[in-house]
């Protein structure tokens, strides 16, 4: 298989007390989503990329008070394939 899965859809970045959780639509794919990864940029710039399963649909990132970020998610098949990244969705903790 040389076919990476779609972008993942509706992505959202919600704030919460010292957090920000990420969520997203599911990727279809033929031979099925492996894992989510979730990149991080913050305001000047610094990047993380973590990874969850291909059947978690979220990720909560614990961060100080007033902290923004923004982050984006691509899918990863069970052939290694990668999708684009989706578009920026951006919060600030609270």
């Not at 970045?13 to 279809?28: D, L």
Request: charged fraction near 15%.
């Amino acid at each position: 298989d040389n076919t990476p899965p779609p972008t993942p859809s509706s992505v959202k970045a919600v704030a919460g007390p010292r957090m920000i959780a990420v969520s997203w639509a599911a990727s279809k794919d033929n031979i099925g989503v492996a894992a989510y990864e979730i990149l991080r940029t913050s305001s000047f710039g610094a990047t993380a990329l973590f990874t969850v399963g291909g059947q978690t649909l979220s990720y909560i990132d614990s961060l100080p008070t007033g902290t923004t970020m923004k982050y984006q998610v691509r899918a990863r098949d069970k052939a290694g394939n990668v999708s684009l990244f989706s578009p920026i969705a951006k919060a600030t903790a609270k």
